[in-house]
């Protein structure tokens, strides 16, 4: 059996954007993990009994990036299903795409994270050392550059 994780890709857009395109001001949220190596990965989580998906990645930022689900707006057409393993085990991670509604919210991390950082495209994708999440990040930015 798959070990189970659900979160948001969360972004926010900058409203001093000065170029004409409006994506260019949008920037993403990754967090630090403060164990293992330390990655950046946006809030995720494992599904605890009687949870649906969503729920369980409501509940994962609000604990690891201090965001209630009313400080987000989930974006209609957007869900990604990432599967690796993890030590040896089957991982299935299910992300949902959510804007901030006012970009300047506080995060409050958890125990679980040491820092987070807004970032540009090119900058997430650095940061994000799987090829999956750099992957998951580009085809997020496209989806918000077609909906412009």
Same mark, same amino acid.
């Given at each position: ?25 949008? #920037?993403?949220?990754? @967090? *630090?993990? /403060?164990?293992? +190596? ?5 809030? $995720?989580?494992?599904?605890? !009994? ?12 609000? #604990?690891?990036?201090? @965001? *209630?689900? /009313?400080?987000? +707006? ?5 869900? $990604?299903?990432?599967?690796? !393993? ?12 959510? #804007? ?49």
């Amino acid at each position: 059996m798959a070990v189970r994780a659900c979160g948001l890709i969360i972004y926010r857009r900058l409203q001093s954007a000065p170029s004409s395109k409006v994506t260019d001001g949008i #920037e993403y949220l990754l @967090l *630090q993990t /403060s164990y293992g +190596t330390h990655h950046w990965t946006p809030p $995720k989580g494992h599904v605890d !009994p009687g949870e649906d998906d969503l729920q369980t990645a409501f509940r994962e930022t609000q #604990e690891e990036a201090g @965001l *209630q689900a /009313s400080q987000l +707006t989930l974006i209609e057409g957007y869900k $990604k299903e990432l599967h690796y !393993p993890v030590r040896g085990k089957p991982k299935t991670v299910i992300y949902w795409l959510a #804007e901030m509604k006012d970009c300047n919210t506080e995060i409050k991390l958890s125990e679980e994270h040491q820092a987070f950082r807004w970032l540009k495209l090119e900058d997430a994708c650095k940061f994000a050392e799987y090829e999956d999440m750099q992957t998951t990040l580009k085809e997020v930015h496209q989806f918000l550059c077609s909906k412009e």
